[in-house]
């Protein structure tokens, strides 16, 4: 490396979704996220195969390494931790014996990595917010942008409106646990029976199957606040007071009992969830008009956990005040490592800012080496097509379920195309199918359509640049029949749209597709069935093909056929 090279900087987190990303300056050499490495769902603790494998892609080492840098800020953690026990005492004393995992975690995590893996470098703590507000900001491309972060809680915040530049961040209204978007959703994926910071996109994709008769009532849990953004009404929570339940007696009285885990989803259930999502997006729009007012720039980036929420995102777009939006497309804390690594490059030493983001194909490849051991290992034998686009749109035309993964993987909860389960969208039944046979999920999960950018607005409403299937779109009534698998029930679809230069490959299939059946959408979801992550190598990859009711695998220019199956062969 040259002397005035910029500095490597190692970005990490060591809680839920724990991830590291290392960056050059302005270049992102890797990010990835533990799990996929670990093999364990949303894994929490320190990501040390993530670093260690960053560290490789960069042709450096720990001994070599000056600049690492953290998520949070462990001491203002512990102050704001430290005032909001003391003041909720005797309730708050639950939290010592119920989260010693997140304490150790924040307290020593300087003296665990240095433990861990020798580092003698300077060791950044950047705080969470600022982090989350970095990793939008400096892969947008925008000279000076809003900034809208929203999420559970970093050290104490948990939502920032800011002007952003590439000179400072200037916060414009601050929130603060416990009133926090976030943790009202988690309180109410508890209360539905699931895991709480896991599962808060089931959440998501059953509110379209509710009915109204919550809508009004719930504006007296949470709603746009003029003076404070918006309000909490605590009294329906229990998460603040150090409760295994997060929501309150007086929540269920109101809203119905909670669900056990497993139970069958009640109507009040459904119809609460659509009473969340829509005061969300209320109070989104809200927090976006204002942000608008007192900054009047045209461009707005977003991140944290709730940035997630792709409806939200959709109507903001449609009808809220910014031309432009760049939501990051690791919007959780996976990526605020990575914004914890900008902040430090950019901010702190000095770094050039590089090009824009342009896709999130960010993680670890294969190699062919790898397939013919996994393939030798499982007694699989591949075909090797002329023309895999060509072999794979036959496949999918003729209604088989294909796996597919292509050279790196994507960093964030996304399947953009390099570790995709992909199907044709024209059968009704397929979305049963996937779930019921490969995914072995949910039978109301939804699933994502994929259409080349330039076809995009004949097929969906309203529809722009959606690269990281982060916006909703209703489909056109015209085109609904065509391609019910992928269409939800209130006519959404949370679309990912494909160009050519943002990844050749799966635009190729898309056009390939679309001249054998009319149609330039695919199904596109992501590689892996319930309770693992993302496949990340190959011999998972084909492993998915034998336990599952996968038709096909491609893995690079390799078609696997599933032997028990009678698809076709070529």
Known sequence: MRADAPPLVLGFNSTHDAAAAI??????????????????????????????????AAGSDWASLRHLAFYMDPGLWLRSSGVYFLRHLPASASYLGRKPALWRSFLGVKRQVRRATGFRGRFHV????????????????????????????????????????????????????????GKL????????????????????????????RFVDAFAKVVAPDERRGFRLNLDYMAFQRGSSRLVSDLFEAEFGPARRPEEEIGDHHRAVARALQ????????????????????????????????????GRLLTEGPFDEIFIQPAAGDNGACLGAAFHVAHRRLGAPRGEPQRHAFLGPA??????????????????????????????????????????????????????????????????????RLVKFREPFRPFAPSVTLAAANEWFESAARSPYML????????????????????????????????????????????????????????????????????????????????????????????????????
């Open 23 to 56: 960056v050059r300056g302005g270049e992102v050499i890797m990010a990835v996220e533990e799990e996929r490495l670990s093999r364990v769902k949303h894994h929490f603790g320190m990501p040390l195969r993530a670093m260690d494998l960053c560290l490789e």
């Open 126 to 181: 950047v705080e969470h917010h600022s982090a989350h507000i970095d990793s939008a900001f400096w892969p947008s491309g925008f000279e000076e942008a809003a900034a809208l972060t929203v999420d559970g809680a970093g050290e104490s915040v948990t939502t920032v409106l800011a002007r952003v530049d590439e000179r400072r961040q200037q916060r414009l209204l601050t929130t603060r646990y416990p009133i926090s978007i």
């Open 185 to 212: 959703w988690e309180a109410v994926t508890d209360w539905l029976g699931w895991r709480p910071t896991q599962d808060e996109g089931k959440l998501m994709g059953l509110a379209p199957h509710g009915d109204a």
């Open 278 to 313: 829509h005061h969300t997006e209320e109070v989104v729009l809200s927090l976006a008009r204002r942000l608008h007012r007192e900054t009047g720039l045209s461009r707005l980036v977003m991140a944290g956990g709730v940035a997630l929420n792709c409806v939200a995102n």
């Open 366 to 435: 294969f190699t062919e080496a790898e397939v013919t051991a996994a393939a030798a290992e499982r007694g699989l034998v591949a075909e090797e097509p002329e023309d895999v686009v060509e072999r794979t749109a036959e496949l999918l035309a003729d209604g088989v379920i294909v796996g597919w993964m292509q050279g790196r993987m994507e960093y964030g909860p996304r399947a953009l195309g390099n570790r995709s389960i992909l199907a044709d969208p024209r059968s009704a039944s397929m979305t049963e199918t996937v779930n």
């Open 471 to 570: 916006l909703a779109f209703r489909a056109r009534e015209s085109v609904r029949e065509q391609i019910p698998a992928v269409i939800h029930v209130d006519g959404s679809a949370r679309v990912q749209t494909v160009t050519p230069a943002e990844n050749p490959r799966f635009h190729a299939l898309l056009e390939a597709f679309a001249a054998r059946t009319g149609v330039p959408v695919l199904l596109n979801t992501s590689f892996n069935i319930r309770g693992e992550p993302i496949v990340a190598t190959a011999g998972q990859a084909l492993e998915a093909l034998i336990r599952t009711g996968l038709g096909a695998v491609v893995i690079g220019d390799r078609v696997f056929i599933d032997p028990a199956s009678d698809t076709p062969r070529s």
